[in-house]
């Protein structure tokens, strides 16, 4: 930099610093800086029901060392499995994987797309292609946020749907406001995602036409509203920022007739899983509420369309573990089922079109450390 203009080409200092995050801490007169980086392992598991005691079975490690906060995806006739890497300097972008669950053998597809979190792949109702989401490598609209079509065999991604304030608003695949955790509808020409309104604090989740561009609203919340006799448990310097994006609605699962929607809602207060029409706006049906530092995980629907599996853990940092849980749309107390890990985090589930196998991510922080690039300014 000369008189606060750059000066030259930029020159990379060191590659592949860190697989998850980085914290800068800063530079030291003699030129040496300092960085923390944080580290996570997650794995994909399978779990089988033993329908003797309808519980289920010691889940086996089917694949190491996946990306963080991914999840897994059973195709729709239920031979494949799709997951995602991404392992620092061995893969430069994410990598999709797809796994043969008869004979074993996967394919690998490079996406040319960045890493993003929460990146859950979700098989379309035809089987040929995977919904995704991730950004954009245009060069006039860098870091732009996008939904992905991704084909199953070649790995080819097509944005469907494009978060751009820049674009025309009357392109039908550009909205507007944040968008994530997309997810297909049962007959694959619509999809359902959350968006935020971060001016006014607020999230709705909408179903939006794939043709036409069209949507349409089935819920709105505020996710920083605490009820009544709720007490936030956040620290209130905390709560003065914006956690639209961190609370609210996640995980969504659409039922196998197409008529229905899970999700957890989150507030600083508490988590919620809530299910809700996707034909009318009406009031969600909240199943269950837990508090910190209790969270719900990842709603998935039982072939038969009338119970919701989902995952109850305590946050990373107090002794985090997860279990699996069973419980009815109609109503009824939730059902345990016999799985438990502990030291870990769920990511992703999904159930298998026979019902009596689940595949889920799941992982756990390996810890920070903190590191030192000497001489990296020429004082």
């Not at 359902?192 to 794939?210: F, H, M, P």
């Not at 936030?232 to 008529?259: I, K, R």
């Not at 997860?322 to 159930?351: A, D, F, K, N, T």
């Not at 298998?352 to 903190?370: E, K, M, V, W, Y």
Request: negative net charge; hydrophobic residues 35%; aromatic residues 10%.
């Amino acid at each position: 930099m000369v008189d606060g203009q750059p000066r030259g080409a930029p020159e990379l200092v060191q590659p592949d610093i860190a697989p998850i995050s980085v914290h800068w801490i800063g530079l030291t007169r003699d030129g040496a800086y300092y960085y923390s980086q944080s580290t996570w392992v997650s794995d994909v598991y399978i779990a089988t029901l033993d329908p003797a005691t309808g519980t289920f079975q010691p889940p086996k490690k089917l694949v190491s060392h996946v990306g963080p906060d991914t999840s897994p995806d059973w195709s729709p006739d239920g031979q494949y499995l799709a997951y995602a890497f991404n392992r620092g300097s061995e893969f430069d972008s994410r990598v999709l994987g797809i796994r043969s669950i008869r004979t074993g053998e996967e394919r690998r597809l490079r996406l040319t797309m960045p890493r993003v979190h929460a990146f859950q792949p979700h098989w379309s109702p035809d089987g040929r292609s995977l919904l995704a989401q991730g950004r954009l490598f245009a060069p006039t609209l860098p870091g732009v946020q996008a939904f992905y079509r991704i084909d199953a065999q070649t790995g080819e991604i097509t944005p469907i749907v494009i978060r751009s304030l820049e674009l025309p608003s009357n392109n039908p695949e550009v909205t507007q406001g944040e968008m994530e955790w997309p997810v297909w509808s049962a007959d694959g020409k619509a999809i359902i995602y959350r968006r935020s309104d971060n001016a006014n604090d607020e999230q709705s989740l909408v179903l939006r036409d794939l043709e036409t561009g069209r949507e349409r609203e089935l819920y709105r919340g505020n996710p920083r509203l605490v009820g009544e006799n709720e007490q936030s448990t956040v620290p209130a310097e905390l709560t003065e920022m914006n956690h639209g994006g961190y609370f609210g609605a996640s995980s969504l699962a659409v039922s196998p007739d197409g008529q229905q929607l899970a999700f957890v809602w989150s507030t600083p207060a508490s988590w919620a899983l809530k299910v809700i029409p996707t034909t009318a706006g009406d009031e969600p049906l909240e199943l269950l509420r837990v508090q910190p530092p209790e969270r719900l995980f990842q709603p998935a629907w039982m072939p038969d369309g009338r119970h919701v599996l989902f995952g109850k853990g305590r946050i990373e940092g107090q002794d985090p573990w997860l279990e699996l849980w069973l419980i009815s749309v109609q109503g009824g107390e939730p059902q345990y089922l016999g799985l438990e890990m502990e030291g870990l985090l769920l990511y992703g589930l999904s159930i298998h079109p026979d019902g009596q196998r689940i595949a889920f991510t799941a992982g756990r922080n390996l810890g920070s450390q903190t590191w030192v690039i000497k001489n990296l300014l020429p004082y």
